[in-house]
Protein backbone atom coordinates (compact mmCIF):
# COMPACT_ATOMS: atom_id res chain seq x y z
CA UNK A 1 0.00 0.00 0.00
CA UNK A 2 2.96 2.67 0.75
CA UNK A 3 4.59 2.03 -2.88
CA UNK A 4 1.26 2.26 -4.78
CA UNK A 5 0.21 5.63 -2.67
CA UNK A 6 3.81 7.10 -3.91
CA UNK A 7 3.63 5.61 -7.60
CA UNK A 8 0.19 7.42 -7.77
CA UNK A 9 1.16 11.14 -8.57
CA UNK A 10 3.59 9.86 -11.46
CA UNK A 11 0.90 9.11 -13.78
CA UNK A 12 -0.69 12.90 -13.48
CA UNK A 13 3.18 13.85 -14.17
CA UNK A 14 3.52 11.65 -17.52
CA UNK A 15 0.30 12.92 -18.46
CA UNK A 16 1.43 16.57 -18.14
CA UNK A 17 4.62 16.19 -19.69
CA UNK A 18 3.20 14.60 -23.01
CA UNK A 19 0.92 17.57 -23.22
CA UNK A 20 3.45 19.86 -23.13
CA UNK A 21 5.27 17.86 -26.01
CA UNK A 22 1.70 18.20 -27.80
CA UNK A 23 1.80 21.41 -27.45
CA UNK A 24 4.80 22.34 -28.41
CA UNK A 25 4.84 20.51 -31.83
CA UNK A 26 1.31 22.51 -32.53
CA UNK A 27 3.11 25.93 -31.84
CA UNK A 28 5.85 24.38 -33.87
CA UNK A 29 3.55 23.95 -36.63
CA UNK A 30 1.60 27.21 -35.78
CA UNK A 31 5.01 28.95 -36.51
CA UNK A 32 5.56 26.92 -39.71
CA UNK A 33 2.39 27.47 -41.09
CA UNK A 34 2.67 31.43 -40.38
CA UNK A 35 5.83 31.23 -42.27
CA UNK A 36 4.49 29.35 -44.95
CA UNK A 37 1.92 31.49 -45.04
CA UNK A 38 3.74 34.70 -45.48
CA UNK A 39 6.29 33.00 -48.26
CA UNK A 40 3.29 32.02 -50.25
CA UNK A 41 1.69 35.58 -49.91
CA UNK A 42 5.03 37.08 -50.94
CA UNK A 43 5.13 34.84 -53.97
CA UNK A 44 1.64 35.79 -55.03
CA UNK A 45 2.39 39.07 -54.79
CA UNK A 46 6.22 38.72 -56.95
CA UNK A 47 4.06 36.84 -59.44
CA UNK A 48 1.35 39.54 -59.50
CA UNK A 49 4.04 42.28 -60.11
CA UNK A 50 5.90 40.87 -62.88
CA UNK A 51 2.88 39.82 -64.56
CA UNK A 52 2.23 43.22 -64.57
CA UNK A 53 4.91 44.47 -65.70
CA UNK A 54 5.04 42.44 -68.24
CA UNK A 55 1.77 43.79 -69.18
CA UNK A 56 2.53 47.64 -68.89
CA UNK A 57 6.02 47.71 -70.18
CA UNK A 58 5.35 47.08 -73.68
CA UNK A 59 2.40 50.19 -73.70
CA UNK A 60 5.14 52.07 -71.89
CA UNK A 61 7.67 51.56 -74.37
CA UNK A 62 4.84 52.12 -77.29
CA UNK A 63 4.29 55.77 -75.82
CA UNK A 64 7.66 55.78 -75.22
CA UNK A 65 8.09 55.42 -79.17
CA UNK A 66 5.63 58.00 -80.20
CA UNK A 67 7.61 60.68 -78.31
CA UNK A 68 11.08 59.80 -79.30
CA UNK A 69 12.82 60.59 -82.64
CA UNK A 70 14.16 57.97 -85.16
CA UNK A 71 17.66 59.13 -84.63
CA UNK A 72 16.89 58.47 -80.65
CA UNK A 73 14.63 55.38 -81.27
CA UNK A 74 17.29 54.00 -83.41
CA UNK A 75 20.42 54.79 -81.08
CA UNK A 76 18.62 52.33 -78.25
CA UNK A 77 15.62 50.96 -79.20
CA UNK A 78 15.21 49.18 -75.31
CA UNK A 79 15.35 52.06 -73.31
CA UNK A 80 11.94 53.59 -71.94
CA UNK A 81 12.55 56.83 -71.44
CA UNK A 82 13.67 58.74 -74.31
CA UNK A 83 16.14 61.64 -74.16
CA UNK A 84 14.60 63.90 -76.32
CA UNK A 85 10.75 64.49 -76.43
CA UNK A 86 8.82 65.24 -79.43
CA UNK A 87 5.23 65.41 -80.71
CA UNK A 88 6.34 64.41 -84.29
CA UNK A 89 4.47 60.96 -84.25
CA UNK A 90 0.98 62.40 -83.15
CA UNK A 91 1.27 65.51 -85.78
CA UNK A 92 2.30 63.14 -88.44
CA UNK A 93 -1.45 61.05 -87.79
CA UNK A 94 -3.42 64.27 -87.61
CA UNK A 95 -1.97 65.88 -90.56
CA UNK A 96 -0.94 63.14 -92.95
CA UNK A 97 -4.83 61.09 -92.08
CA UNK A 98 -7.94 62.58 -91.93
CA UNK A 99 -8.06 61.69 -87.86
CA UNK A 100 -11.26 63.27 -87.43
CA UNK A 101 -13.02 61.06 -90.40
CA UNK A 102 -10.87 57.68 -89.28
CA UNK A 103 -12.27 58.61 -85.38
CA UNK A 104 -15.37 58.58 -86.91
CA UNK A 105 -15.92 55.59 -88.92
CA UNK A 106 -13.74 53.26 -86.18
CA UNK A 107 -16.78 54.87 -83.60
CA UNK A 108 -19.49 53.57 -86.25
CA UNK A 109 -17.74 50.61 -86.82
CA UNK A 110 -16.99 48.80 -83.19
CA UNK A 111 -19.90 50.61 -81.40
CA UNK A 112 -22.96 50.73 -84.27
CA UNK A 113 -21.60 46.47 -84.23
CA UNK A 114 -21.63 45.63 -81.30
CA UNK A 115 -25.32 47.21 -80.54
CA UNK A 116 -26.35 45.19 -82.96
CA UNK A 117 -24.86 42.27 -82.37
CA UNK A 118 -26.18 42.53 -78.36
CA UNK A 119 -29.57 42.79 -79.67
CA UNK A 120 -29.30 40.05 -82.01
CA UNK A 121 -27.66 37.62 -80.10
CA UNK A 122 -29.62 38.08 -77.13
CA UNK A 123 -32.73 37.51 -79.07
CA UNK A 124 -31.50 34.40 -79.93
CA UNK A 125 -29.88 33.74 -76.59
CA UNK A 126 -33.34 33.98 -74.94
CA UNK A 127 -35.27 31.64 -77.90
CA UNK A 128 -32.55 28.97 -76.88
CA UNK A 129 -32.20 29.34 -73.12
CA UNK A 130 -36.39 30.53 -72.27
CA UNK A 131 -38.50 29.06 -74.84
CA UNK A 132 -39.03 25.42 -75.52
CA UNK A 133 -39.47 24.28 -79.57
CA UNK A 134 -38.34 21.35 -81.42
CA UNK A 135 -34.76 21.07 -82.57
CA UNK A 136 -33.81 23.71 -80.25
CA UNK A 137 -30.40 21.56 -79.13
CA UNK A 138 -29.57 20.96 -82.86
CA UNK A 139 -29.89 24.74 -83.71
CA UNK A 140 -27.76 25.41 -80.25
CA UNK A 141 -25.21 22.84 -81.56
CA UNK A 142 -25.00 24.02 -85.46
CA UNK A 143 -24.92 27.59 -84.00
CA UNK A 144 -21.47 26.48 -81.47
CA UNK A 145 -20.38 24.47 -84.66
CA UNK A 146 -19.96 27.94 -86.29
CA UNK A 147 -16.77 28.78 -83.73
CA UNK A 148 -14.79 26.09 -85.44
CA UNK A 149 -14.65 27.68 -89.21
CA UNK A 150 -12.51 30.92 -89.25
CA UNK A 151 -13.72 33.91 -90.32
CA UNK A 152 -10.93 33.97 -93.07
CA UNK A 153 -12.54 30.93 -94.56
CA UNK A 154 -15.74 33.01 -95.37
CA UNK A 155 -13.93 35.92 -96.35
CA UNK A 156 -14.34 35.66 -99.96
CA UNK A 157 -17.89 35.13 -100.58
CA UNK A 158 -18.71 37.27 -98.29
CA UNK A 159 -16.42 40.33 -99.95
CA UNK A 160 -18.09 39.10 -103.32
CA UNK A 161 -21.46 39.21 -101.80
CA UNK A 162 -21.42 42.82 -100.66
CA UNK A 163 -19.63 43.41 -104.38
CA UNK A 164 -22.87 42.60 -105.51
CA UNK A 165 -24.94 44.13 -103.79
CA UNK A 166 -22.75 47.42 -103.71
CA UNK A 167 -21.97 47.86 -100.67
CA UNK A 168 -18.37 48.09 -100.31
CA UNK A 169 -16.71 51.07 -98.96
CA UNK A 170 -20.20 51.48 -97.09
CA UNK A 171 -21.55 51.40 -93.22
CA UNK A 172 -23.20 48.93 -93.86
CA UNK A 173 -20.81 46.83 -95.83
CA UNK A 174 -18.62 47.03 -92.70
CA UNK A 175 -21.41 46.32 -89.70
CA UNK A 176 -23.95 43.45 -91.14
CA UNK A 177 -21.63 40.88 -91.55
CA UNK A 178 -20.56 41.56 -88.20
CA UNK A 179 -23.64 41.65 -87.05
CA UNK A 180 -23.75 38.45 -85.12
CA UNK A 181 -21.48 36.11 -83.21
CA UNK A 182 -21.75 32.78 -82.30
CA UNK A 183 -19.68 33.28 -78.64
CA UNK A 184 -21.87 36.20 -77.89
CA UNK A 185 -24.54 33.92 -78.36
CA UNK A 186 -23.27 31.11 -75.94
CA UNK A 187 -22.63 33.72 -73.69
CA UNK A 188 -25.80 35.31 -72.88
CA UNK A 189 -27.67 31.67 -73.19
CA UNK A 190 -25.53 30.22 -70.38
CA UNK A 191 -26.19 33.99 -68.35
CA UNK A 192 -30.30 33.62 -69.19
CA UNK A 193 -30.40 29.81 -68.01
CA UNK A 194 -29.18 31.03 -64.69
CA UNK A 195 -32.30 33.29 -63.97
CA UNK A 196 -34.98 31.66 -62.50
CA UNK A 197 -38.17 30.26 -64.62
CA UNK A 198 -40.74 31.76 -61.76
CA UNK A 199 -39.91 34.62 -63.18
CA UNK A 200 -41.35 33.91 -67.00
CA UNK A 201 -44.71 32.14 -65.15
CA UNK A 202 -45.34 35.03 -63.23
CA UNK A 203 -44.81 37.56 -66.26
CA UNK A 204 -46.85 35.56 -67.91
CA UNK A 205 -49.54 35.07 -65.20
CA UNK A 206 -49.80 39.10 -65.70
CA UNK A 207 -50.75 38.70 -69.20
CA UNK A 208 -46.58 39.24 -71.03
CA UNK A 209 -45.68 37.71 -74.11
CA UNK A 210 -42.41 36.95 -75.32
CA UNK A 211 -41.05 40.17 -76.15
CA UNK A 212 -42.32 41.72 -73.44
CA UNK A 213 -40.59 38.98 -70.65
CA UNK A 214 -37.40 39.82 -72.60
CA UNK A 215 -37.33 43.01 -73.19
CA UNK A 216 -38.38 44.07 -69.42
CA UNK A 217 -37.57 40.91 -67.31
CA UNK A 218 -34.57 39.25 -68.33
CA UNK A 219 -32.51 42.21 -70.53
CA UNK A 220 -32.63 44.27 -67.44
CA UNK A 221 -31.14 41.69 -65.44
CA UNK A 222 -28.63 40.30 -67.83
CA UNK A 223 -26.83 43.82 -67.38
CA UNK A 224 -23.55 42.42 -66.30
CA UNK A 225 -23.25 39.90 -68.99
CA UNK A 226 -24.39 42.30 -71.47
CA UNK A 227 -21.63 44.66 -70.61
CA UNK A 228 -19.19 41.54 -70.64
CA UNK A 229 -20.10 41.16 -73.91
CA UNK A 230 -19.73 44.69 -74.88
CA UNK A 231 -16.34 45.25 -74.05
CA UNK A 232 -15.35 41.63 -75.52
CA UNK A 233 -16.98 43.00 -79.07
CA UNK A 234 -16.13 46.08 -78.79
CA UNK A 235 -12.13 46.13 -78.21
CA UNK A 236 -12.18 43.13 -81.16
CA UNK A 237 -13.76 45.49 -83.64
CA UNK A 238 -12.42 48.50 -82.74
CA UNK A 239 -8.48 46.82 -83.71
CA UNK A 240 -10.33 44.82 -86.54
CA UNK A 241 -7.72 45.33 -88.83
CA UNK A 242 -8.63 42.32 -91.70
CA UNK A 243 -11.75 43.41 -92.46
CA UNK A 244 -12.16 46.85 -92.75
CA UNK A 245 -9.02 46.91 -94.97
CA UNK A 246 -11.00 44.47 -97.18
CA UNK A 247 -13.85 46.12 -97.38
CA UNK A 248 -12.98 49.76 -97.92
CA UNK A 249 -10.17 50.86 -100.33
CA UNK A 250 -11.01 54.49 -99.74
CA UNK A 251 -9.39 56.03 -96.78
CA UNK A 252 -12.45 58.03 -96.59
CA UNK A 253 -14.34 55.07 -95.15
CA UNK A 254 -11.65 53.15 -93.42
CA UNK A 255 -11.20 52.84 -90.05
CA UNK A 256 -7.95 54.13 -87.79
CA UNK A 257 -6.24 50.38 -87.36
CA UNK A 258 -6.46 50.21 -91.61
CA UNK A 259 -5.58 53.87 -92.38
CA UNK A 260 -2.57 53.31 -90.11
CA UNK A 261 -0.77 51.29 -92.80
CA UNK A 262 -0.09 54.26 -94.37
CA UNK A 263 2.83 55.02 -92.71
CA UNK A 264 4.30 51.46 -93.81
CA UNK A 265 5.73 50.96 -97.09
CA UNK A 266 8.43 50.41 -99.37
CA UNK A 267 10.63 53.26 -98.43
CA UNK A 268 10.39 52.94 -94.49
CA UNK A 269 8.60 52.52 -91.65
CA UNK A 270 7.41 55.60 -89.37
CA UNK A 271 8.04 53.84 -86.15
CA UNK A 272 6.74 57.03 -84.08
CA UNK A 273 3.78 57.65 -86.41
CA UNK A 274 2.71 54.16 -85.89
CA UNK A 275 2.99 54.05 -82.60
CA UNK A 276 1.30 57.46 -81.74
CA UNK A 277 -2.07 56.20 -83.81
CA UNK A 278 -1.61 52.48 -81.69
CA UNK A 279 -1.80 54.80 -78.44
CA UNK A 280 -4.86 57.05 -79.92
CA UNK A 281 -6.81 53.76 -80.75
CA UNK A 282 -5.94 52.27 -77.39
CA UNK A 283 -7.57 55.29 -75.61
CA UNK A 284 -11.30 54.51 -76.03
CA UNK A 285 -10.96 50.85 -75.09
CA UNK A 286 -9.54 52.16 -71.75
CA UNK A 287 -12.00 54.29 -71.08
CA UNK A 288 -14.60 51.48 -71.56
CA UNK A 289 -12.76 49.28 -69.39
CA UNK A 290 -12.56 51.26 -66.91
CA UNK A 291 -16.24 52.74 -66.87
CA UNK A 292 -17.66 48.83 -67.19
CA UNK A 293 -15.08 46.93 -65.17
CA UNK A 294 -17.11 45.93 -62.14
CA UNK A 295 -20.26 44.91 -64.78
CA UNK A 296 -17.33 42.63 -66.77
CA UNK A 297 -16.28 40.90 -63.50
CA UNK A 298 -19.52 40.12 -62.61
CA UNK A 299 -20.41 38.97 -65.88
CA UNK A 300 -17.47 36.84 -66.09
CA UNK A 301 -18.42 35.42 -62.94
CA UNK A 302 -21.99 34.85 -63.15
CA UNK A 303 -22.10 33.18 -66.98
CA UNK A 304 -21.00 29.56 -66.54
CA UNK A 305 -23.26 29.15 -63.71
CA UNK A 306 -26.39 27.24 -64.72
Known amino acids: MPTETLLRPAAPATAQIAWWGVLQKDRRFTRFARVAGRV ?182 ARPALASLFIIQFSALWNDFLWPIVVSSDINKQTLPAALTTFSSQSGVDHAALMAGAAISLAPLAVAFLLLQRFFVQGVASTGIK
Open 40 to 221: GTALSWLVVVVAGLAMIIPFVWMISVALRPSSDLFADPARLLPHHWTLDGFHAVIDQLPFGRLILNTVVFALGTTLVLILFDSMTAFALARLRFRGQNLVFGLIMATLMVPFQVTLVPVFLTLFHLGWLNTYQGLIVPRATSALGIFLLRQFFMSLPKDLDEAARLDGAGDFTIYWRIVMPL
